[in-house]
């Protein structure tokens, strides 16, 4: 195990960010810490990587109690996010340069190793330019050139354009195919989804569900293909089409004539299927959608709420404050 958590405890005066937290990552591996606002993502986070101690339990990182040696710690990890290590008025080539001087590389080798990695995370034209210069993914791919052996990464696509996004994903599927360990928050499921080997669900400062990603969509119901016949009488038929391709029988509302058919992990195979199969019963459909549980449905049938932000701020949905941190978070 690379990092290990055990009855992991932290409060802030009278709020109790972390209530007994246990999990562990295995080397190469990547776990994804899926949490709405307030969970104690980053506070899990910051203690990992010695930003502050824990007020109970342990936590280890490579072998090594972060309480204990820190300063040992800080030598394997890299974290981005809340805190990063660039400077803003240092070029990225800059930046870079005097990262390898810090890892006692020579100047010859600092420049060579600052060029590489400029052209591998994509940013060589961006290399002369100040760091403050830089949009919020270009930041971020700088931050992640450390290629550390363990990683911790706090959110690392909130506030992306989708574009960015998926480049962030590229970078991060590259440093754990070179054998990095990774922590990664974040409060989507499909990013949790796409680059996690395994999740925790924290909610309140506690687990609340582990598994692999499949494990916890099964827990969830998966995925739904949804559609509504336009002819009330083929209902019937309708559902006879589709009755084999989900899990279980259809569910079917009658009044809306609707046919919901559950689709587990499979959502787009299922949802091409029953085109095909409606298709050929001559059955016309108006309407059909494929939902994929989002990190609401994950609370909502977890917990029986929805996630909620644990800074009551009185409204809405997660979907709303996670666009509000979007642009709260805009800038970097
Ligand atoms: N330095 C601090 N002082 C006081 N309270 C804190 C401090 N840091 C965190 N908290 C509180 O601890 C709880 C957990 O916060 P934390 O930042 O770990 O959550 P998070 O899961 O990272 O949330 P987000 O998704 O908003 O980043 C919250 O109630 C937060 O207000
Ligand atoms: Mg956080």
Known sequence: MIIEVEGLRKSFGKVEALRGVDFSVPE?????????????????????TTLIEP????????????????????????????ATAIAPDLTGFENLEMAGRLYHLGK??????????????????AGGRQAKT????????????????????????????????????????????????????TQYLDEADELAGSIVVIDHGQVIAEGTPEQLKDRIGGDVVEFSVTDRARLGAAVEAVASLGEGNPGVDLDAARVQ???????????????????????????????????????????????????????GTAKARRRDRGRERGGM
């Open 55 to 82: 007020d109970g339990g342990r936590a280890k990182v490579c072998g090594l109690d972060v309480a204990r040696h820190p300063a040992a710690v800080r030598r394997v990890i890299g974290l981005t996010g809340q």
């Open 28 to 48: 190469g591996h990547v776990l994804g810490m899926l949490g709405p606002n307030g969970a104690g993502k980053t506070t899990a986070v910051r203690i990992l």
């Open 261 to 315: 058919v559950h689709a587990g992990g499979r959502g787009s195979q299922v949802l091409v299927e029953a085109v095909r199969c409606l298709d050929a019963a001559a059955v016309v459909t108006a309407g059909m959608a494929l939902r994929r549980p989002s990190l609401d449905d994950v609370f909502m049938s977890l917990t029986g709420h929805a996630a909620e932000a644990a800074a009551a701020s009185g409204d």
């Open 134 to 185: 830089y949009s919020g993914g270009m930041l971020r791919r700088l931050d992640l050139t450390g290629h550390p052996s363990v990683l911790f990464l706090d959110e690392p696509t909130t506030g992306l354009d989708p574009r960015s996004r998926v480049g962030m994903w590229g970078i991060i599927r590259e440093l754990v195919a070179g054998g990095t360990t990774l922590l990664l928050t």
């Open 108 to 125: 010859a080798a600092s420049r060579q190793r600052a060029r590489e990695l400029l052209q591998r995370f994509d940013l060589a034209d």
